[in-house]
């Protein structure tokens, strides 16, 4: 038993077809219903930043503790699929319970913090009835859209066995279709976080939040190219110059947070807009065909 790796210590003994243990079913899963918890905490959370600054008072802490929220079920989500790789445990069962806990905590609770945040406590000129009258009902809209793109996506996700970007890459790599939902929801949370949860006030602020939404929903429902990052095998041994770059990233993370999650999570948000722009000016750029040969009266002879 002692000479046995992770995964064989999984393996139910009396199983004939060397199946895992039942208990090792459960591994994934806990870290899914994780996931659903801290979107549960993101929703309520915010609920509770918007209602204290109705009343007067500061709850900009709530706004911070429900990005963080997302923050770390971002995490969480990129473990249970490892861990149900790792473990042998994948099945259907749990694709379609990730797939629901991502709709929650990456499409319902950034859409509502996006709202509680970035649109409800805005003051709107009188001066400018037409945006008074129009803009609240815009971010609404909008704030729906990113929920609606996002379920839209993992639905594809979904359905599709081998979906392929517009513009695919290297064969031996593998790209994400699209924007992952996690992703988008990330953008919104380090941008939260960023802020300290201060809500914004200027309705241009909240214009621009709201056209950033909207560039994060189409994004998700875009067939341009995005990194995966699934093909690095975390249990492959390292060397020690890689030792020191993930103990540097670490150190920056853990004492520069607010500004290096910001830049990580426009870097990559914007990493498939670069991808595809690239890709149409190489195209522009690459030279045509030669031209085809012409005949003559007495046979034919190339121009």
């Not at 020191?244 to 498939?272: D, E, H, I, K, T």
Request: hydrophobic share 50%.
């Amino acid at each position: 038993m002692a000479n046995l790796n992770f995964r064989e210590r999984l393996i139910d003994p009396n199983s004939p077809d060397r199946r895992p243990r039942r208990a090792a079913y459960a591994l994934p899963t806990l870290f899914t219903a994780g996931n659903v918890y801290l979107g549960f905490v993101a929703i309520t959370e915010a609920l509770q930043g918007a209602a204290i600054f109705t009343s007067g008072y500061d709850g900009a802490q709530h706004f911070v503790t429900a990005a963080q929220a997302i923050g770390w079920a971002i995490l969480l989500d990129g473990l249970d699929g490892r861990i149900a790789r790792m473990t042998n445990t994948v099945s259907e069962f749990g694709k379609e319970m990730d797939s629901l806990a991502d709709v929650i905590t990456f499409g319902l609770a950034p859409a509502v913090l996006a709202y509680a945040w970035g649109m409800q406590l805005v003051q709107l000129p009188e001066e400018m009835p037409w945006l008074q009258k129009n803009l609240p009902g815009i971010g609404v809209f909008v704030a729906f859209l990113f929920l609606l793109c996002g379920a839209l996506r993992l639905a594809r996700f979904n359905v599709q066995t081998n979906p392929k970007p517009t513009n695919p890459g290297r064969p031996d790599r593998k790209y994400f279709v699209g924007m992952a939902i996690p992703a988008a929801a990330g953008v919104v949370a380090a941008i939260v976080y960023y802020l300290e949860g201060h809500p914004l006030r200027m309705w241009v602020h909240m214009s621009a939040w709201v056209a950033l939404l909207a560039v994060a929903a189409f994004l998700m429902i875009s067939t341009w190219r995005y990194p995966s990052f699934k093909e690095i095998n975390l249990l492959r041994p390292r060397s020690p110059v890689s030792f020191v770059a993930v103990a540097a990233v670490l150190y920056v993370f853990w004492n520069f947070s607010q500004p290096a999650l910001l830049a990580l999570a426009l870097v990559y948000m914007s990493s498939g807009i670069v991808i595809r722009l690239g890709g149409i000016i190489r195209r522009k750029l690459r030279p045509g065909p030669p031209p085809p040969a012409h005949s003559t009266e007495k046979g034919y002879s190339v121009s």
